[in-house]
């Protein structure tokens, strides 16, 4: 039949626990030694692997092959170790160890483990968790759901002390992380996350180190020797370290013997007082992210109802007096901080998955953010007495996402990269959210797009993280008028594992482009620098020269390099098939200049085109000179902005409103057009009110710069440019549509 666990994969150590079926209570199973939490340690020893205690001790002895700590790592790619040369992720050795927790636990049953709950620290980005259910894959197990520790332990303590509106900050310090998350204790064991911070850097490894670095100097002091420069003394120092702070814990004072080769035994004083004043910034790290949490939730410190322990790092003294300090009450320590993570997980194991909920936001100083009062946080109630729950059958966890996801936008003044948020930080998962753009497509083009995500909260794309890069291909062609372009709705969602998923559809179609995933690019610190168009097409990477495939938001100041331009087509022949009829003009098209320049041109059409949208506001203002085209019958330089066209020669020409002149022109001048708040456009040539129309807010208008040639004769031209082109689009005109957030999909 097979029994459904919870694992706490822990930096250092790891623990597995299942709900026994006759007390019907989170339970732990005892590994193969009895011991009911295994340290996350592997050997690789000829050519097998050993774990746990054996491994821990064999590398406390300075034993070759001991890999620990791994779970810093996590979602990172690149080896955490070589054995004999061959590489190991992260993620593997996490594999590796699972295996072994599985097999462990399935021998301490008497049975198969049909399923798991695994924990991850709540700051664990998607790709962390990601990588920690491929670690669980090739282990051989089936990853029921990744729920977050800190809850998992609210979860276990909540069971035997419920109390209906109690507001419990979960302070989750382990061997390599730390977690802060407040919790609030809804009616009959409804549990929710409400927000959560964490570094998922900073832990007893840490404490550990200090510790190191008082033994080695007070040792050096002892003996003489460079004891940094002897790697052998170095790892008994090493070695030593954590004990000494464990055993700080329970006494003021103690003195730490050594034996060093080629000096012999030395032994040193150390007491709590200095290991806790050489430690009390790594406290204060904790103390500000908690505050931070506190902050987010709109909460003081007076309105946390308690301060729950969690993780074999709170044993230090230091840390619940801290707490103390900060809190004015004594946190508990009802829980046993190596345990509570894999009960609740295992409380967890019997619950079937949650639907998605739609999005909740609202806008605060101009940030988005979590609509608090939907996660039953808006209303401070009086806390209820504290009761046995029923029975772990009650109990139900809402989490929320420890990071708020965006994409790579640019500013209104089109200058500047940000990080555009979509879901913000402390939202309820499972959530997703569409938001629908305009995409340019090609008719010669692969048409793909490239969607960069981000997580993290900071306006600075660089400072977020970016999970992977996704592509979404399958794009058809769509021809609207003179310019391409479709509408692509984009879905992002955190599942209730917290991974992210990106889908993709094509105007209405009911059916997912497909969406793969690439490694992220070197080069995305270039969101940390002002958008260049020079710069993003000199082979900066992936961004190909006049295409524009990001998805990169709310186009509003519109140039040659972020708007697509499309181009007439060429005529790559010659009727007489005379070779030096062969057409040679080439249009140029950069962010100040449209330059036609060429010679023996027949029959063609060339030119850029640029369609703005009826609803868009819109303002264009260009130079014109003309008077280096060559003069022939039927060639000319070809504008429109829409309600105005003109057809130019080398002495200009004349401004036509719909067939009737308006203005002549020389070869030199200015034209403008904008729109006014009326929805009128009006067209200025050399500042002189031309000509106005109005048109409706559903008809689009196309701005074309080209060069004609209707007849079969030849024409020279050699030179004509359009400069200082400025078109400016207003925050109305955006190409993305915000309404459409709630426009999502199932699946
Ligand atoms: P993780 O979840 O990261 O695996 P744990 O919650 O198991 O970590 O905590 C392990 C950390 O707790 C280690 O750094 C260990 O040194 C520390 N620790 C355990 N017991 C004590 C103690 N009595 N005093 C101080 N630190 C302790
Ligand atoms: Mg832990």
């Not at 204790?185 to 007893?204: C, P, Y």
């Not at 790594?282 to 505050?291: N, R, Y």
């Not at 703005?612 to 060639?635: A, L, R, V, W």
């Amino acid at each position: 039949m097979g029994v459904s666990v919870g694992i706490d994969l822990g930096t250092t150590f790891s623990a597995v626990a299942y709900i026994n079926p006759k007390t019907k209570h989170p339970e732990i199973i005892p590994n193969g030694e009895g011991s009911r939490i295994t340290p996350s340690v592997i050997q690789f020893l000829d050519g097998e692997m050993i774990f746990g205690s054996e491994a821990e001790e064999a590398m406390a002895a300075g034993e070759p092959d001991c890999v620990a700590t791994f779970k810093r790592e996590m979602g990172n790619d690149d080896p955490y170790c070589y054995i004999d040369g061959v590489p190991y992720t992260s993620e593997q050795l996490s594999g590796f160890l699972l295996r072994h927790l599985k097999e462990e636990a399935e021998a301490a049953l008497g049975d198969t483990i049909k399923d798991a709950v695994i924990t991850v620290p709540a700051y664990f980005y998607s790709r962390e968790r990601e990588a920690t259910i491929n670690a669980a894959k090739a282990a051989g197990l089936k990853v029921k759901k990744i729920i977050d520790e800190p809850n998992a332990a609210a979860m276990a303590y909540g069971l035997e002390h419920w109390r209906e509106n109690a507001r419990i900050l979960v302070y989750d310090l382990g061997g390599g992380t730390f977690d802060i998350t407040l919790v609030v204790m809804g009616k009959d064991g409804q549990l929710s996350t409400v927000a959560t911070r964490g570094n998922h850097k900073l832990g007893g490894r840490d404490w550990d180190a200090r510790i190191e670095d008082i033994l080695l100097e007070r040792f050096e002091a002892d003996t003489g020797l460079d004891l940094h420069e002897d790697s052998e003394a170095y790892a008994i120092v090493r070695g030593l370290s954590e004990g000494v702070k464990k055993q700080l814990s329970a006494m003021s004072t103690m003195r730490v013997a050594a034996s060093f080769p080629g000096f012999g035994k030395s032994t040193v004083p150390i007491s709590r007082q200095e290991f806790e004043s050489g430690t009390s910034d790594l406290l204060e790290q904790t103390g500000a992210l908690c505050q931070a949490v506190l902050d987010e939730a709109g909460l003081s410190t007076k309105d946390v109802t308690d301060v729950l322990l969690v993780g074999g790092s709170t044993r230090m003294p230091q840390v619940p007096a801290y707490l103390q300090k900060m809190f004015g009450k004594r946190p508990i320590a009802h829980v046993n901080p190596d345990e509570a993570v894999a009960l609740g997980a295992a409380i967890q194991s019997s619950k079937e998955t949650e639907t998605y909920t739609s999005l909740s936001v609202q806008v605060i100083d101009g940030k988005k953010k979590t609509d608090m009062g939907s996660v039953g946080l808006g209303v401070r109630t009086a806390v209820k007495p504290a009761k046995k729950l029923s029975g772990v059958g009650v109990m139900t966890l809402r989490e929320t996402t420890a990071h708020a996801m965006g994409v790579v936008a640019i500013n209104d003044e089109g200058d500047r990269y940000y990080n555009e948020i979509i879901i913000p930080a402390n939202h309820p998962r499972p959530v997703r959210a569409a938001k629908r753009f305009r995409f340019y497509t090609h008719p010669r083009s692969d048409n793909e797009l490239d969607l960069y995500v981000l997580q993290g909260d900071s306006e600075n794309p660089v400072d977020c993280q970016i999970p992977h890069k996704y592509v979404v291909s399958g794009i058809r062609h769509v021809k609207r008028g003179e310019i391409a372009g479709t509408v692509i709705r984009v879905q992002y969602s955190y599942d209730a594992n917290g991974v992210i998923h990106i889908q993709a559809r094509q105007e209405d179609d009911t059916k997912d482009l497909p969406v793969r995933q690439e490694p992220v690019p070197e080069s995305t610190y270039r969101f940390g620098r002002p958008v260049a168009s020079g710069e993003v097409t000199d082979g900066v990477g992936f961004l190909q020269a006049g295409e524009r495939r990001d998805v990169v938001h709310k186009y509003k100041a519109v140039n040659f390099s972020n708007a697509e331009w499309i181009r007439f087509d060429r005529i790559t022949y010659h009727p007489s098939g005379a070779e030096f009829n062969e057409p040679s003009v080439h249009v140029v098209a950069n962010d100040e200049k449209i330059e036609f320049h060429g010679y023996n041109v027949s029959a063609m059409d060339e030119g850029v085109t640029y369609t703005i949208d009826g609803n868009d506001d819109f303002d264009i203002e260009c130079e014109i000179n003309t008077s280096t085209i060559q003069p022939h019958p039927g060639g000319h330089l070809y504008i429109s902005l829409g309600i105005i066209s003109a057809n130019l020669t080398q002495d200009g020409g004349s401004i036509f409103l719909d067939g009737a002149c308006v203005k002549t022109v020389g070869p030199r001048f200015t034209l403008r057009m904008s729109l006014t708040d009326g929805g009128k456009y009006e067209v200025y040539v050399n500042d002189v009110l031309a000509g106005s129309k109005t048109v409706s807010a559903a008809d689009s208008i196309d701005v074309v710069f080209g060069f004609t040639h209707e007849s079969h004769c030849c024409s020279i031209l050699s030179h004509a440019y359009i400069s200082d082109i400025k078109m400016l689009q207003s925050s109305g005109g955006s190409d993305e549509d915000e309404s459409s957030e709630t426009d999502t999909w199932d699946d």
